[in-house]
């Protein structure tokens, strides 16, 4: 059974979450460059697991843990590449 629960926080978080996806495709189509992908996925996946709370459907934490840690390790990737200086492509 679903249930709609109305608390702000994972509302707000799902909005912004989904508003850096789109960002991060966008600037992914414009530049090439695979380092907003790259964080417009993981933050996606941080949507989707907003998504999962908002709609109550959160009734395992294993699922919304893994996810998180997924998107968190695409994260940490797409800086490791900032950092050595794989930018472009």
Excluded: C, K, Q
């Excluded at 414009?30 to 996925?41: F, I, Y």
């Amino acid at each position: 059974m679903v249930t709609l629960l109305f608390d702000p926080v994972p509302v707000v978080n799902l909005f912004l979450a989904t508003a850096i996806l789109i960002l991060g495709l966008w600037g992914y189509h414009r530049s090439g460059r695979l380092t907003e992908a790259l964080v417009g996925v993981a933050f996606g996946l941080f949507a989707f697991t907003h998504l999962l709370v908002v709609l109550g459907v959160s009734t395992t934490g294993l699922l919304i843990l893994t996810v998180r840690i997924v998107a968190y390790l695409i994260v940490m990737y797409a800086m490791l590449r900032v950092a050595s200086g794989h930018t472009y492509g």
